[in-house]
């Protein structure tokens, strides 16, 4: 069975720009969260599908963030525009239950740095 | 807002010791906690958990202990090989809220051969 995906697996991009990062999680998952960790920092929630819909969007930074989730299947993470401070390691995962934490599958995250 | 923490950033061991790699936690009404482990190149991965109601509990080379009442979480790996060098993040839930984990900061673990 395919682990949860992310690509890409390194952006850099000048302050400014935009970019888009995207999640592809494990098949019949209907949960799925994005995560960001900061350099050195702890790992940070950022927001939480449930299927199509966002069940909890309470760690986004700010509106220059927009998740997507279409059709309940892949996720997309789009910075626009992108600061300095948004660099870090993006990570999703997801699971098939809304409480199995323990069963929370993390892809291999998106290394982004903004110059 | 409160948040887990952790005493050291990195641990350097021999190949063959004990380690223990700790963690603080500030939320009170915390009733779960997991411990995972980050290889370079990948995402946390699940190692152990265990409830508020528990002190101890043992996996596969790995014990994690809970005292509640200093707030303290460890991670103990006996026999430290080298595939365990990694980054262990501790987590804490609030199973009665939004099931969201709140992580620490990441303990890098090194070990020498």
Redo the contacts between chains.
């Keep these: 069975e395919a682990g949860?995906t992310q690509f890409p697996s390194h952006s850099v991009i000048e302050k400014g720009q935009t970019v888009t990062l995207r999640c592809d999680p494990i098949s019949g998952h209907d949960n799925l969260?994005w995560?960001r960790r900061v350099m050195?920092?702890?790992?940070?929630?950022l927001l939480?599908f449930v299927k199509e819909s966002k069940q909890?969007e309470s760690?986004m930074p700010n509106n220059r963030f927009l998740a997507e989730r279409t059709g309940g299947t892949y996720s997309t993470l789009k910075v626009q525009p992108a600061e300095l401070e948004d660099s870090g390691v993006y990570?999703c995962?997801s699971s098939q239950r809304?409480?199995s934490?323990?069963?929370?599958f993390?892809?291999?995250?998106t290394r982004l740095t903004v110059l | 807002g409160e948040s887990v923490g952790l005493h050291l950033p990195t641990l350097s061991v021999q190949e063959g010791d004990n380690s223990i790699i700790n963690c603080a936690y500030s939320n009170s009404a915390s009733d779960y906690f997991i411990w995972y482990k980050q290889e370079s190149g990948k995402g946390p991965q699940f190692i152990i958990d265990i409830r508020s109601n528990m002190d101890k509990r043992q996996g596969q080379r790995v014990t994690v202990l809970l005292n509640k009442t200093v707030k303290h979480l460890s991670l103990q790996i006996a026999a430290t090989q080298p595939g365990d060098s990694a980054v262990y993040f501790c987590a804490e839930i609030l199973s009665g809220g939004s099931y969201i984990p709140t992580f620490g900061r990441g303990t890098s673990l090194i070990v020498h051969p």
């Design positions: 949860v969260y995560y050195g920092k702890e790992i940070k929630f939480h909890d760690g990570f995962a809304i409480n934490y323990n069963e929370q993390f892809g291999p995250g």
